[in-house]
């Protein structure tokens, strides 16, 4: 686990430690950079290494690799700052039962590595994975233009089932391991308590926000 993803697992620390913490670093160039910084993700590790912004645009999507990198020997990947709702998104109450995901928020992406869509959830323990088969994950995929050509590694497709109904948004995937680090750090008990669930709706609430989703849509 890298340092920009620790502090989504640990407790805050005191404000006089906090005072004189030292600051934050790029991981590939040791940069100082801001707490609102970017990610990578280590193709090699499975990790996401903190960056400043010219080493994330080293690693950019482009039609050439950084020097050094042949396309398919590439080790990092850039992850993406945008967010897009998906409206238009097919899935129904019944095809939710159907995936068995027993939390009413999951997001499912593609591994490169494995060459499949690997699905997970937010759980007290951390990120649990979807016990359905790829092939289930890649028929979802399947159904909106924008997740049927999902770029690996580096963007989710999130599904909600709000008390509307669903709602699906293309997020970045450190935003999705965001929230597996407040559910973690934050459930307390059997149904996680009214902290965990503020904190859950506050971080939807962001999502929302950035994709440009109207306000009051998807809200319960």
């Not at 019944?94 to 593609?110: G, H, I, K, S």
């Not at 979807?130 to 497709?157: G, I, M, N």
């Not at 948004?169 to 459930?187: E, K, Q, S, T």
């Amino acid at each position: 686990m890298t340092a920009g993803l620790r502090r989504y697992l640990t407790a805050p620390a005191p404000p006089a430690i906090v005072a004189q913490a030292a600051p934050e670093r790029c991981e590939l160039c040791a940069a100082v950079i801001p707490a609102d910084h970017d990610h990578l993700v280590d193709l090699a590790n499975r990790s996401l290494p903190c960056a400043c912004r010219p080493c994330h645009l080293l690693f950019a999507p482009s039609d050439e690799p950084p020097a050094g990198e042949s396309a398919g020997a590439r080790r990092f990947a850039a992850v993406p700052r945008e967010h897009t709702a998906l409206p238009d998104f097919s899935l129904s109450d019944l095809d939710w039962a159907a995936l068995d995901v027993p939390v009413r928020l999951a997001f499912v992406f593609v591994n490169s590595t494995l060459g499949q869509p690997v699905a997970l959830y937010p759980s007290p323990a951390g990120a649990a994975e979807s016990q359905l088969p790829p092939e289930v994950w890649a028929k979802v995929l399947a159904r909106h233009p924008d997740t049927a050509r999902l770029p690996p590694d580096v963007l989710a497709l999130l599904l909600h089932r709000s008390p509307d109904g669903p709602e699906a948004y293309l997020v970045p995937i450190d935003v999705c391991y965001r929230l597996v680090g407040l559910v973690r750090l934050r459930w307390r008990g059997f149904d996680g308590g009214q902290e965990a669930w503020a904190a859950i709706d506050g971080w939807l609430a962001q999502v929302r926000e950035n994709a440009g989703t109207p306000v009051g849509a998807g809200h319960g």
